[in-house]
């Protein structure tokens, strides 16, 4: 007897197609002119994230989907059917299971988002009127180039989403069945951090690439990066570089060195696990990473990496991060 194919399951199709149609959908209404989404809404959002019934009214939802799947479970247990009719009732089962999951996410509400995605402005320029918001003519020219060589060295040179990468992370994650890869641009990693949350799901990386498009829309390269400075999360409790700068070296980012510059550059990879006060043999070896690429890119010529490795990087309290 010739055996049986065994069919692969179309669960990783199924998300990617999803994936798609959510870009495609997202994409055409924010990029599309769009009435400004009124004040009482935003208050409405606000309103509704601090209603204290919230967390219950989710939880409800979710046993509710819970009901709904085992109830389909029994059913399909008592009755005879097909291989290719269990297969897709399995499907079913999972599905309902990633969707109980998202059910039980969902404080951060569609209407919410919706708020959020409308009022980017207004939230870049609250930013900016904090007073220790640091200019990018402010930040050396080699401190930004120790941060492009390790994490988007084409920044200048594509849109806001990079497109070879969001395809080669989009193979192995179609493949997986789940987002373990990803492609994102620093203006997708600048997006998350400041309007999005970094939970990993298509619907909240769609999110995030629909949300990148239309902030290069409104802002040049240059703000995107200044945003990204101020608003990433460096370890050690520091958000910002003039925060960092100051943490790890007790000076002002003006007078980083090189070294400095790649280790800081260093830090977003893994703020907590890098920290260079607990994981110092750890976070040099990023640090050496981050100074290869920037002399790859031409960010730094052979003298200055050299230089650089032999100086090393003096910490505020007094340790050295040797790199050679």
């Known amino acids: 007897m010739r055996k049986k194919k065994t069919k692969k399951s179309r669960v990783p199709l199924i998300l990617g197609l999803t994936l798609l149609f959510i870009l495609l959908f997202a994409g055409w209404n924010m990029l599309s002119s769009q009435p400004e989404i009124a004040k009482p809404i935003s208050k409405a959002a606000e309103d509704f994230t601090k209603n204290p019934k919230i967390n ?33 009732a399995d499907s079913a089962a999972k599905g309902a299971r990633v969707l109980e999951k998202q059910v039980q996410q969902g404080a951060d509400s569609a209407l919410v988002r919706v708020s959020t995605v409308w009022h980017v402005e207004e939230t870049v320029n609250t930013m900016r009127s904090d007073p220790g918001w640091l200019p990018l003519q402010k930040i050396p020219d080699h401190t930004r180039k120790a941060l492009l060589a390790i994490e988007d060295h084409d920044f200048y040179k594509h849109g806001a989403l990079d497109i070879t990468g969001i395809a080669r992370a989009a193979f192995a994650n179609l493949k997986a069945g789940e987002v373990q890869q990803g492609g994102s641009t620093l203006t997708q990693q600048m997006v998350k951090n400041v309007f999005l949350s970094s939970e990993q799901t298509f619907a909240r990386k769609a999110e995030e690439a629909v ?114």
Do not use: H
């Not at 009214?57 to 009755?79: F, H, P, W, Y």
């Not at 007790?250 to 890098?274: F, H, N, R, V």
């Open 211 to 324: 949300l990148a498009t239309w902030v290069e829309r409104k802002y040049s390269k240059d703000e995107v990066l200044e945003m990204y400075f101020n608003s990433t999360y460096f370890g050690a409790g520091a958000y910002g570089l003039r925060d960092a700068a100051r943490k790890y070296f007790g000076k002002d980012p003006a007078l980083l060195t090189i070294p400095e510059s790649a280790m800081l550059a260093a830090m977003p990879y893994a703020p907590s696990a890098l920290n260079p006060y607990e994981n110092p043999s750890g976070c040099a070896k990023r640090v050496r990473l981050v100074l290869k690429e920037m002399l790859r890119y031409g960010y730094i010529g052979n003298t200055e990496y050299k230089d650089a490795l032999a100086q090393g990087v003096v910490l505020k309290n007094g340790r050295t991060l040797l790199l050679e």
């Open 56 to 88: 219950n009214i989710i939880d409800m939802t979710g046993e509710q989907a819970r009901s709904v799947k085992d109830k389909a479970g029994n059913a399909l247990g008592d009755t005879a059917i097909p291989e290719q009719t269990g297969k897709l």
